[in-house]
Nanobody, 123 residues
Framework: QVNLVESGGGSVRAGGSLRLSCVAS????????VGWFRQAPGKEREAVAA????????YYTDSVKGRFTISQDNSKKTVYLQMDRVKDEDTAMYYC????????????????WGQGTQVTVSS
C-alpha cells in the first residue's frame, strides 16, 4: 500500500519560512515526477512545484519562483518544499503527489496523493 504523508505545515508570519516534507511508504520516488500542490478555500487546486526525481529537473509556478525550493532525498524517500518569504496568498492546504503517469507537471495525472498539511500565513 502506498502512502504519502506531508508534514511541516503550520502558522507563520508573512516573510517567514516553513519547510514541508513528503514521506513515502510502500513506494520509491526513484523514477517519478513528484509534485507539490495547494488549495485555498474557495479556490481550485494549484500546482506549486515538481521535481523529476531521475534527472532533478525542477518546475515552479510563477508565483513561487525565487521563494520556494523543491528538493529530494531519495535515501529518506522524502521530497521537501522549502517555503521562504511567504505571503498571505500562500495560505492553503498543501499536498504532495507522486506516481506521475503522463501530461504536464502541473496538469498531468498523479496516482498517489497525501492528505495534506495546512499552511497559514498571517500579516
Amino acid at each position: 500500500q502506498v502512502n504519502l504523508v506531508e508534514s511541516g505545515g503550520g502558522s507563520v508570519r508573512a516573510g517567514g519560512s516553513l519547510r514541508l516534507s513528503c514521506v513515502a511508504s510502500g513506494y520509491t520516488f526513484t523514477t517519478d515526477c513528484v509534485g507539490w500542490f495547494r488549495q485555498a478555500p474557495g479556490k481550485e487546486r494549484e500546482a506549486v512545484a515538481a521535481v523529476i526525481t531521475s534527472s532533478d529537473m525542477i518546475y515552479y509556478t510563477d508565483s513561487v519562483k525565487g521563494r520556494f525550493t523543491i528538493s529530494q532525498d531519495n535515501s529518506k524517500k522524502t521530497v521537501y518544499l522549502q517555503m521562504d518569504r511567504v505571503k498571505d496568498e500562500d495560505t492553503a492546504m498543501y499536498y504532495c503527489a507522486a506516481g506521475f503517469s503522463g501530461g504536464t507537471w502541473n496538469g498531468g495525472t498523479y496516482q498517489y496523493w497525501g492528505q495534506g498539511t495546512q499552511v497559514t500565513v498571517s500579516s
